[in-house]
C-alpha cells in the first residue's frame, strides 16, 4: 500500500501566481545582494571612479528606500492588487539597474540606489500576501515559509556569483544583472491581477466596515507584532557580518565556519515540515517562543568560546531555532493580522522588520568592539530570551489560534 503524500500548502489554481511571485522576488534578491556586496565595490572605483566608501552609502540609501516603502507598497497592494504593483516596482527596479553606468558622481549613484529600493519594496509584500491568501486552511505557516526557503538561497547565489565575476573588465556582470531582472519583471506579467480570496469568503465582512473602523481594527491587531517583529530580526541579524572574522576565535577556518553555517540550515530545513505542523495547528506563539528560548540557549553557549567540535554540536539548537521561528512567526502574523486590511498592514510590520535588520549589524559590532569576542554572542543571547519572555507574558495581546487539524 503506498503511503499517500501529504497535499501541497496552497490551494489549487493558486501555485502558478505564487510561484510567479516568488520568481520576481527570487530575482530581485539575487540582484540586489550580489549588486551590493559583491559587484559594485569593484565596479565603482574602477569603472565609474567612485571610493568604496560611495557603494556603502548607496547601499545604506537602498535599503532606507526599500524600508520607507514598504508601507505604502502593502496599501498599494491591497488597493490594486499584487500584479501591477509588483510589476511597477520590478520594471522601476529594471531601469535603475539600466541606469548604473551613469553613475559618476555619489548623487547619481544614491539616487539609482534609492530607486532600486523603492522598486525592490514591493516584492517581499506582495509575495507574501499572495502566499498566506492562497494557503490551504490550516498551511500558511508552512506555504509562507516554503516560498521564503525557495527564495532565501538565491540571496547567496547571487553573493557567490557577482563575487566570481566582480573583477572582469568587460560588462557580463551588469549585463547579467539585468537580464536577470527582466526575468523578474516578465515574472511579475504572470502575478495574479487580484488577491485570490479565502474559499468559502463572503462579500460583506469587514469590507464593508467603514475605512476608519477598519484601520482601527488593523491598528490593534499590528500593535503586539511590531515590538516582536523589531525585536526579533535585531536578534538574527546582528551576527551577520561577523562570523568570519569570529571564526578564528572558534579555531575555525572560513571553511570550518562554512561548514557550520550548512549544518545548521540542513538541520533547519529537516525540521521545518515538523515544526511548520506545529505552527499552523494552533500554537504558532509557542513555536516562537520555543524558537527564541533555543536561539538564547545557543548564543549564551557559544559567548563561552567553546572549542571547535562544540561549535558543530551548537549549530544544531540554533538550526532547530530558525525551524520554530520561522513557520512560527509566519503563522502567528498571517492568524492575526484581519484578511481585507493584510496587505497594508503587513507592508507596515515589513518596515518595522526590515528596521531590526538595519540595526543587528551594527548592534553586534559594538558589542564586539566593547566586549570582544563574547560579546555579540552575549548580546544576542540576551535579545533572544527577552523576545521569547515577551511572547509569554505579553501572550493575552496575541489571538488565541484555534487549530485547524491540518496534516
Do not use: K
Not at 493558486?14 to 516568488?22: F, H, P, Q, Y
Not at 516560498?147 to 557577482?162: C, D, E, H, N, R
Not at 551576527?239 to 545548521?264: E, I, S
Not at 527577552?386 to 511572547?391: E, K, Q
Amino acid at each position: 500500500m503506498t503511503r499517500r503524500l501529504p497535499p501541497l500548502p496552497l490551494r489549487p489554481g493558486t501555485v502558478g501566481g505564487v510561484s510567479a511571485a516568488a520568481l520576481a522576488l527570487a530575482c530581485g534578491e539575487f540582484v540586489r545582494s550580489g549588486l551590493y556586496a559583491a559587484y559594485l565595490p569593484q565596479y565603482a572605483p574602477h569603472v565609474l571612479h567612485l571610493p568604496v566608501t560611495a557603494v556603502g552609502v548607496a547601499w545604506t540609501a537602498h535599503f532606507v528606500a526599500d524600508t520607507l516603502m514598504r508601507g505604502p507598497a502593502g496599501a498599494l497592494i491591497a488597493r490594486q492588487g499584487p500584479r501591477l504593483v509588483m510589476l511597477g516596482g520590478s520594471a522601476l527596479s529594471l531601469g535603475a539597474l539600466a541606469l548604473l553606468p551613469l553613475a559618476h558622481n555619489l548623487w547619481t549613484l544614491l539616487l539609482i540606489a534609492a530607486l532600486h529600493g523603492a522598486g525592490f519594496a514591493t516584492l517581499w509584500p506582495g509575495t507574501m500576501n499572495l502566499t498566506a491568501d492562497a494557503s490551504r486552511e490550516g498551511y500558511q505557516g508552512r506555504a509562507l515559509t516554503l516560498v521564503s526557503m525557495t527564495v532565501v538561497p538565491l540571496i547567496g547565489a547571487g553573493f557567490l556569483l557577482f563575487g566570481a565575476f566582480a573583477d572582469r573588465p568587460d560588462a557580463w556582470p551588469l549585463l547579467i544583472a539585468l537580464g536577470v531582472q527582466a526575468l523578474g519583471v516578465l515574472a511579475a506579467l504572470v502575478v495574479p491581477v487580484r488577491r485570490p480570496r479565502a474559499a468559502g469568503a463572503g462579500e460583506g465582512t469587514e469590507t464593508d466596515a467603514p475605512p476608519a473602523a477598519r484601520a482601527r481594527t488593523a491598528l490593534r491587531a499590528l500593535a503586539p507584532l511590531l515590538p516582536a517583529a523589531f525585536m526579533q530580526t535585531l536578534t538574527m541579524t546582528l551576527l551577520g557580518p561577523l562570523l568570519f572574522t569570529l571564526a578564528p576565535r572558534f579555531g575555525l577556518n572560513y571553511w570550518g565556519m562554512v561548514g557550520v553555517l550548512v549544518l545548521g540550515g540542513v538541520v533547519a530545513y529537516a525540521s521545518f515540515p515538523l515544526t511548520g505542523r506545529m505552527a499552523d495547528r494552533g500554537h504558532a506563539r509557542l513555536a516562537v517562543t520555543v524558537g527564541f528560548a533555543l536561539l538564547g540557549v545557543a548564543l549564551g553557549l557559544l559567548a563561552t568560546t567553546p572549542p571547535a567540535w562544540a561549535v558543530y554540536a551548537l549549530a544544531v539548537p540554533a538550526g532547530l531555532a530558525y525551524a520554530f521561528i520561522s513557520p512560527g512567526w509566519a503563522a502567528l502574523v498571517s492568524g492575526t493580522l484581519p484578511e481585507a486590511e493584510r496587505p497594508a498592514a503587513w507592508g507596515a510590520l515589513m518596515t518595522v522588520e526590515n528596521a531590526g535588520t538595519a540595526l543587528g549589524p551594527l548592534v553586534g559590532t559594538f558589542a564586539f568592539e566593547r566586549l570582544g569576542a563574547p560579546g555579540p554572542f552575549v548580546t544576542g543571547a540576551v535579545l533572544a530570551l527577552i523576545t521569547a519572555s515577551g511572547y509569554v507574558f505579553f501572550r493575552r495581546a496575541f489571538p488565541r489560534q484555534q487549530g485547524t487539524g491540518a496534516a
